[in-house]
């Protein structure tokens, strides 16, 4: 028996890097998941990553601390509003406020330390270039772009022979999809949290900012039940 | 006449980053410095890049906390030996326990979110190839990749035009040639600290670690009188 291949997994404790975790536990990985603190508004965020990393048992789990909000220019890490109840029109135009700037690209960077302190070649992360609310750095011409940074990089890949890969199996799918492919991999859909602007003791999900609109479209369209108890009704 | 240009420009509160940022106010650049508490042991880095800020008047300067203590893989942020009087042959064989996973790749990450916070194309970074301890992202073709990757990771690229630009000036300089350079440009040098395992109740260089070993040996190369008070002899 061949001992699994360990791999390092981005955990932001939302549907999408539920279903990568559950994805690669799937094709025999040894899964180590990295969750990011960075100020963000969305903190039960943190306590969804560590419900899915134990429901699906990973190998470790861990969170690390960066200041993105001592860097600023985000609705995510300062005090300004979240968009509400924005169109399909108006979610495809542009880049939103809740954009992070750079955001992946600090919290790749930081998986592929924790891959090379592993000794892990593969860091899977749930990019999705539709349903993402415009974001650049969820799409695949910009993973590759780092992968290839990434093999210059590191000790392990100049010296050590190591070949690291960006796996982001859900680049290219729907938010529909994504929801279908969870629940045949039986992944803990119901530990995630999505909303950019939970609310409430219960911390439920808002239900009109564009991750709950995006999240709540692709559960209906999927024929998946729903499992996220939200605030507010859908916007009309 | 017109502003200056915005560049963000790395510091740790060594010589080379001292000056690279002499070298960007030189051309005409705002400087709006960045530096990193990373869990270093070495951190009276810190205090001397506050100083070198200061002394160069920087348009801004801020530290970033960022836990790579937590992801481990160094003996700058674990409690292992840094190691000590090693000759020419043994610095320049392989990577050194003293190498910080990715950490030019979470450096840069940090820089380039601030660089589009602040509306600014160019990052400025004190990278040197020679003299610099094995370090694989120190080397021009990982910035170059660098480089690629930024100008598909952000909004301010995929929207709006801005081309980044990583820009090290000394990556093919010897350390000599930085500390004449430094001289020319009046670079606060003697702000800097370069110690890996400072000592004492004045944080004086320990004088026998590698950083130690290849900036006294580039003061004397060089001809410019070394500012630095080390603990120690040099090794014979």
């Known amino acids: 028996m061949t001992s699994p291949v360990p791999a390092v997994v981005l955990l932001s404790g939302g549907l999408d890097s539920c279903v990568t975790a559950a994805w690669a536990l799937s094709q025999g990985r040894a899964v180590h998941g990295i969750s990011f603190d960075y100020g963000q508004r969305h903190r039960a965020e943190l306590a969804a990553a560590a419900r899915v990393a134990a429901a699906l048992g990973l190998a470790s789990h861990r969170v690390v601390r960066v200041d993105l909000a001592a860097i600023g220019g985000s609705s995510l890490v300062t005090g300004a509003p979240v968009p509400k109840d924005r169109s399909d029109a108006e979610i ?22 924790l891959a090379e302190t592993l000794g892990a070649a593969e860091i899977w992360i749930g990019a999705n270039a539709l349903d993402s609310s415009g974001y650049p750095d969820c799409r ?20 050590g022979g190591t070949r690291y890969r960006i796996v982001a199996p859900l680049v290219a799918m729907t938010k529909a999809e994504i929801a279908r492919r969870g629940a045949e991999l039986g992944a803990p859909m119901a530990a995630t949290h999505s909303c950019y602007d939970p609310a409430g003791p219960d911390a439920l999900a808002c239900g009109r900012c564009d991750s709950c609109i995006l999240r709540r479209r692709g559960f209906v369209q999927s024929g998946v039940a729903d499992p996220t108890r939200y605030a507010a009704e859908p916007p009309r």
């Open 92 to 113: 495809g135009r542009g880049v939103p406020s809740t954009y992070v700037p750079a955001r992946n690209t600090v919290f790749l960077s930081l998986a592929l330390a």
């Open 140 to 159: 695949d011409p910009y993973l590759r772009a780092f992968e290839a940074m990434a093999n210059l990089a590191t000790a392990a890949a100049a010296e």
